[in-house]
């Protein structure tokens, strides 16, 4: 499988604040999933996207799928602290010859202070 | 069920022993995922099931693992003769159809941790 480049690695900020987190690849997707994971669970799906340019919210997240179908980005408004946890990014490109396995970025932590 | 189910939830094995995970996908899902969760984060994708079938295991290891899903059983991961290295926490997904359709997404099991002393 492939690893995709995901950043920032970590972010501490204070509740309230924006996040933003972004995911690239050198091959092309043509679906791109975020995943949240608190410790000692497994990832828990957030937002997909199945076509370029597409831009998709799930409350206080948005996402987009890049017009290239190369990157990904999250955005997370008014941060609390229950954001808390590790944010990954996970192409998946489906087509005939595909296995349909999930390539993960190396997840971006996120701290909220109050 | 509603929920990828995994047992146990941890693991310890001595090195040279046998480990053996357990996964039940949701009902009605008809493929199954294996990934491995290491230190760093990393996700590796070991192999992926259709219904019993071999789906994809390009990400399974030659040696020491294996893998099946049988008939109202639930799905298995065995490692024989397990390494340090092999100390992870191994995540099991499910979907209905793969991926086939557009809408299908994964949904994963909350992990099994093994150690490996």
């Known amino acids: 499988g492939q690893q995709l480049n995901q950043s920032p690695q970590s972010m501490f900020i204070q509740e309230g604040e924006d996040v933003s987190m972004n995911c690239t690849s050198s091959s092309i997707f043509n679906t791109w999933l975020w995943y949240k994971q608190e410790p000692g669970e497994g990832p828990v799906l957030l937002i997909a996207l199945y076509k370029a340019g597409e831009l998709t919210s799930n409350g206080r997240l948005t996402a987009q799928f890049g017009i290239t179908r190369k990157d990904s980005f999250l955005n997370i408004s008014a941060s609390i602290p229950s954001d808390v946890g590790i944010y990954f990014c996970?192409?998946?490109?489906?087509?005939?010859?595909?296995?349909?396995?999930?390539?993960f970025g190396k997840g971006t932590s996120l701290l909220v202070t109050p | 069920g509603e929920e990828v189910a995994q047992t146990p939830k941890h693991l310890v094995r001595g090195e040279g022993q046998k480990a053996k995970l357990y996964c039940a996908p949701i009902?009605?899902?008809?493929?199954v995922f294996w990934y491995q969760q290491v230190l760093k984060n990393e996700f590796k994708f070991l192999i992926s099931?259709?219904?019993?079938?071999?789906?994809?295991e390009t990400g399974m290891p030659k040696e020491r693992f294996s893998a099946k899903c049988l008939p109202n059983s639930p799905c298995s991961l065995e490692i024989q003769a397990t390494k340090l290295e092999d100390s992870a926490v191994y995540f099991c997904?499910?979907?209905?159809?793969?991926?086939?359709?557009?809408?299908?997404?994964?949904?994963f099991g909350p992990g099994t941790r093994l150690t490996v002393l």
């Open positions: 099931f259709q219904n019993e079938n071999v789906f994809d």
């Open positions: 997904a499910s979907t209905p159809s793969g991926g086939a359709r557009r809408t299908d997404t994964q949904y």
């Open positions: 009902k009605g899902h008809s493929y």
């Open positions: 996970a192409g998946q490109l489906v087509d005939s010859n595909s296995g349909y396995a999930l390539n």
